[in-house]
């Protein structure tokens, strides 16, 4: 929407809908799927490709024009963290990260001291930092604080498709951001993604809705659109909920067909 | 200095194998190159032929493919082994595919549905169940698919029974590298060595695995779009006493990732597999081996006091679509056999038969026409908005 950038670390977009990679069936399908997102930024685990190899999702990315946005996946401390996403900046001549810490392989929850210890040492280092975190609006308000370029909470765990959990959480970080709060994890199908925009989410980040859909392809589409129209709804306001009905059409000067039967 | 065949297959693993001895068996002269005929991802390959646990959404036509070369096995096994004399550990044994949580059991009962709107065998049971048939299994088990039809062969005595039946059957070896495609006027009329040697011949098949991408001198629009991913695979024995430990391939998703253990009648239970897209990397990692052993132990804890024997990892070729690339190229003489992914063990048996059909008739089998490498061109073509 021309008339409504996202920006995202200096980079204006015009799609909100970030994309990952994992559990795609195959790279056709991935290929495919990411064209109907119609998104302009993907995350790719460091830690699981080559940059150099041909015909690898990268080179999909690249034939598609879509950015890459490397991910810390995989890692248990700011040390392994801060490693990899300078290896990261190396291999993709790129600042930008999506910073991953996670506490355990059961949830995969983030470990909220790790992450903002992390979130520090590569913001001074000159990244622009993405944090994956809890829904916490503290450490959402101490994340931005030291610096990062955006707010990246779970709606519920990683691949859970559990949706947003706790949506008042995301009221609370959206009204004391100053920088663009992202829904990272959760979404299981189109009205989440549609939800964290009504939300004021400025973008929505997704992977395994898609990519373990049975047809990715058209989960694609659908979060596309429902991404647009949840941003729509969030700008047009929508209207305070009421206990009882008010009647949408005007009841003064209804026709009377015929006096003497009722119409019901 | 040159040497001249009807066929010359380029690359020596089961796939490049099976397509110089079935050409050779149709009366012609074959010749096939490669440093180590006999190498290759077999080598590391846990060999299950399992066509229906292996099943996923948006892959029904390589469901088709899977099925007839699985059909075929029986026969195809014994016919080579009595042209090699080699046992090649096919064994009808069946497959257990088990859940360990609620999670990994509604997946499961996923499959299974997809399994039933395919027409496939595949028999739902309680975790009870499960174990009465593998008591090994953990007692956390909470259900799991039985499906006797998905077998296992031994990709390693596979490919020594492929030499030999190579050799017998006149297949010339011409042990070196490949270094170049050699194209003359618009036909590819062989390739040339490492070491300055020029093989020729009539129709040449690329059957290079995962390096099949990487040959000089195809031109750009026939070069198969074939990438390198890696699987790490751990081998253990199992000792006398403990036999049978376990008595068929069981197999689950464990957080997400795959894990399966295959038993061999000598002994030799395979774990495998990582899956990571890693270029050309083949080094043994602490991580791999972790993971794969972490998960195995969830599934059948006791594998813990079993001796372990050895790592290894090696590249499935991967298309765009997961599904192989067969057949005749837009180059004239030179044909595909490559791209066979997870599935290069259970499809060895029907490439085989459909490039000989090819290099005999000049014309793609029905059953393989959905395979044919043109696919891609028209894709690359057709550029998406």
């Avoid at chain 1, 995969?108 to 622009?128: H, M, N, R, Y």
């Avoid at chain 2, 046992?87 to 399994?115: I, K, M, P």
């Avoid at chain 2, 270029?279 to 998960?295: F, I, S």
């Amino acid at each position: 929407m021309a008339d409504d950038p996202f920006v995202l670390g200096g980079t204006s977009f015009s799609s909100r809908l970030i994309m990952g990679t994992g559990g795609a069936p195959s790279l056709d399908v991935l290929e495919r799927a990411l064209v109907a997102s119609g998104t302009e930024l993907t995350t790719v685990a460091m830690r699981r490709v080559d940059p150099g190899t041909q015909g690898s999702v990268l080179s999909v990315l690249d034939r598609l024009g879509i950015r890459v946005l490397p991910n810390t996946a995989g890692c248990f401390t700011a040390g392994e963290a801060v490693l990899t996403a300078r290896l990261a900046r190396e291999a993709f001549g790129t600042d930008l990260v999506k910073l991953e810490v996670i506490a355990d392989e059961r949830t995969l929850l983030p470990d909220p001291i790790e992450l903002l210890d992390a979130a520090e040492t590569l913001v001074d280092d000159g990244f622009t930092v993405l944090p994956y975190t809890n829904d916490d609006p503290v450490l959402a308000r101490k994340l931005q604080d030291v610096g990062c370029a955006a707010i990246m909470p779970l709606g519920s765990p990683i691949g859970s498709g559990l949706g947003i959990r706790n949506p008042h959480n995301f009221q609370l970080i959206v009204e004391h951001a100053r920088v663009p709060v992202i829904l990272d994890a959760g979404a299981g199908t189109a009205s989440d993604a549609a939800l964290a925009m009504e939300l004021g989410c400025a973008g929505v980040m997704l992977a395994s809705a898609v990519t373990r859909a049975q047809e990715p392809v058209l989960m694609a589409e659908a979060m596309k659109h429902a991404v647009e129209a949840g941003r729509l709804a969030r700008r047009a306001g929508r209207i305070p909920r009421r206990h009882f009905a008010e009647a949408s059409s005007p009841a003064e000067g209804m026709a009377r067909l015929d006096p003497e039967r009722p119409a019901f | 200095m040159s040497r001249t065949s009807d066929v010359l297959v380029v690359g020596g693993g089961i796939i490049g194998l099976v397509t110089a001895w079935r050409a050779a068996q149709r009366g012609l002269a074959t010749a096939l190159v490669d440093p180590e005929p006999g190498g290759g991802a077999a080598r590391v390959a846990a060999g299950m032929l399992a066509a229906v646990t292996e099943l996923h959404y948006g892959e029904q036509t390589l469901l088709g493919l899977n099925l007839a070369s699985a059909r075929r096995y029986p026969e195809f096994a014994a016919e080579l082994t009595g042209a090699s004399g080699e046992d090649l550990g096919y064994r009808r044994c069946g497959t257990l595919a088990v859940a360990l949580d609620a999670d990994d059991r509604a997946l499961l009962r996923e499959l299974h549905s997809l399994q039933r709107a395919s027409g496939l065998e595949s028999e739902w049971l309680s975790g009870r169940e499960c174990r009465r048939l593998e008591p090994m299994l953990a007692p956390g088990v909470r259900g799991g698919l039985r499906v006797d039809g998905d077998h296992q062969v031994d990709p390693r005595r596979l490919a020594r029974a492929l030499v030999v039946a190579c050799e017998r059957a006149g297949v010339v070896f011409h042990r070196i590298w490949a270094e170049r495609l050699e194209v003359v006027g618009d036909r590819a009329a062989g390739v040339v060595a490492t070491d300055g040697t020029v093989f020729t011949a009539g129709q040449v098949v690329l059957a290079g695995g995962s390096l099949s991408g990487r040959l000089a001198g195809v031109p750009e629009e026939v070069l198969p779009p074939v990438r390198p991913v890696k699987g790490q695979v751990v081998r253990l024995t199992v000792p006398r006493p403990y036999a049978p430990f376990l008595s068929r391939t069981v197999r689950a998703v464990v957080r997400g990732s795959q894990v399966y253990l295959v038993p061999r009648e000598n002994g030799e239970l395979v774990v495998g597999a990582t899956s990571e897209e890693l270029g050309w990397d083949t080094t043994v990692t602490a991580g791999g081996v972790y993971q794969l052993l972490r998960d195995a132990h969830d599934l059948v804890p006791g594998i813990t006091e079993l001796p372990f024997t050895e790592t290894r990892a090696g590249l499935r070729p991967g298309s765009p679509d997961n599904a192989p690339l067969l057949g005749p190229t837009a180059l004239p003489g030179l044909l595909l056999a490559t791209g066979h992914y997870r599935n290069g063990v259970l499809l060895t048996p029907v490439t085989g038969d459909v490039l000989a059909h090819v290099l005999t008739t000049g014309e793609l089998p029905d059953e393989a026409r959905p395979f044919s490498p043109q696919r891609f061109s028209a894709a690359r073509t057709e550029q998406p908005v």
